[in-house]
């Protein structure tokens, strides 16, 4: 079946401009996550959703990043204002986190963003 | 709150060298243990599991002991490769009404022919 999918691929972008970022995570998973992996570096959680539950944002670095998640199912995070330490790898992950399963993540191929 | 925590790196070994990466964590409940793997230019992919104290997960002749009187999780494999390049991350799941994952910091691998 298809897996995690996320675009664009590679975003190119002016400082100062606003992106946005999509994620469609496999279908029937309940929790969907985003990360950001920043050149050689390790994952930094940025936000969690986890069905209809208020999502955990603590990870998010500043009010300029936010993430909505429509029907429970894609997900977009917006970076306003972008600056050029927020250029990384923006990872997307989606699990089925019910009861008696594993919650294994499943990622997906992740947004190279680029600010100039 | 939970947390992961794992061994610095980066490790370099030379090929059939013994590879051990250790991860230990904190947890309030009784979660899942995992490593993940990112080889080189690909995303982060599942490399095995544990669900329960003493479980042994095991993949591709990597293998992980739930130990939870010591609270690790340490990766190890009898024989590294070339191939086994990568960057290693443990995580945790909690198991109760949040079900969030929680990653290491990660550890990269060097393999020298």
């Known amino acids: 079946g298809a897996g995690v999918s996320q675009s664009p691929s590679n975003k190119v972008t002016e400082k100062g401009k606003d992106v946005e970022l999509r994620c469609d995570p496999i279908?029937?998973?309940?929790?969907l996550y985003w990360y950001r992996q920043s050149l050689g570096q390790g994952l930094e959680f940025l936000i969690y959703?986890?069905?209809?539950?208020?999502?955990?944002k603590s990870g998010l670095p500043s009010d300029r990043f936010s993430a909505e998640r429509t029907g429970g199912s894609v997900s977009t995070l917006t970076i306003q204002r972008t600056q050029q330490e927020d250029s990384a790898v923006y990872l997307c992950?989606?699990?089925?986190?019910?009861?008696?399963?594993?919650?294994?993540?499943?990622f997906g191929p992740g947004t190279r963003l680029t600010v100039l | 709150g939970d947390s992961v925590t794992q061994m610095e790196g980066p490790v370099t070994l030379s090929e059939e060298a013994f590879l051990t990466i250790n991860c230990t964590y904190t947890?309030?409940?009784?979660?899942?243990l995992f490593w993940y793997v990112q080889y080189p230019g690909e995303g982060l992919q599942l490399l095995l599991k544990?669900?329960?104290?003493?479980d042994k997960g095991s993949n591709k002749g990597f293998e992980a002991t739930y130990r939870k009187e010591t609270t690790s999780f340490h990766l190890e494999k009898g024989s590294v490769q070339v191939s086994d390049s990568a960057v290693y991350f443990c995580?945790?799941?909690?198991?109760?009404?949040?079900?969030?994952?929680?990653f290491g910091a990660g550890t990269r691998l060097f393999v020298k022919a």
């Open positions: 947890a309030t409940g009784y979660p899942s």
């Open positions: 995580a945790l799941s909690d198991n109760t009404g949040g079900f969030k994952t929680i």
């Open positions: 279908s029937g998973h309940t929790a």
């Open positions: 992950a989606s699990s089925q986190n019910r009861q008696g399963s594993y919650n294994e993540q499943f």
């Open positions: 959703f986890q069905g209809n539950s208020a999502p955990d």
């Open positions: 544990a669900t329960k104290a003493d």
